[in-house]
């Protein structure tokens, strides 16, 4: 139901949530453990395994006009000669996602080890890019 909503538009946008918790936070008995695991990084992988496409992507990660957490809205723009917010990425090639490739201090979730469809080429943020 939760994919075919993200098809449809009645669930108009996706955001990884990216909120650390230091260990403290993590390494205590189940019940009184800070929920959450590393999502960030493979947030296109899941998209893709959840069978969206590069559109579907674009539009749900980036949408125009949206109402957030707490309130806080967001507008997005890319215009000519004005610093940027971007992730490049291919629905083709694969991302290994393991010890090696994680760039989290965590290691909490249960993905550590699979190969995923798709690669973050690259990354803009303000006039600092990044390209593997």
């Known amino acids: 139901y939760l994919i075919k909503a993200l098809k449809d538009g009645k669930i108009d946008a996706v955001a990884s949530h990216h909120f650390p ?3 403290d936070a ?13 999502s960030l990084q493979i947030m296109l992988p899941l998209l893709l ?9 674009a539009r749900i990660t980036t ?4 109402q957030g957490v707490d309130g806080l809205s967001a507008k997005v723009e ?3 000669n004005t610093e940027a917010d971007l992730t490049i990425f291919s629905t083709v090639g694969e991302t ?5 490739t994680n760039l ?7 993905l550590l080890g699979e190969t995923m469809k798709g690669k973050i080429i690259g990354t803009v943020l303000g006039n600092q890019s990044n390209f593997s």
């Open 21 to 23: 918790q230091d260990s």
């Open 26 to 38: 993590k390494n205590v008995e189940f019940e009184y453990a800070q929920d959450g695991m590393i």
């Open 49 to 57: 395994k959840a069978g969206l496409t590069a559109e579907e992507i």
């Open 63 to 66: 949408q125009g006009n949206f």
């Open 78 to 80: 890319v215009l000519e």
């Open 96 to 100: 290994v996602f393991d010890k090696k």
């Open 104 to 110: 989290s201090k965590s290691e909490n979730t249960p």
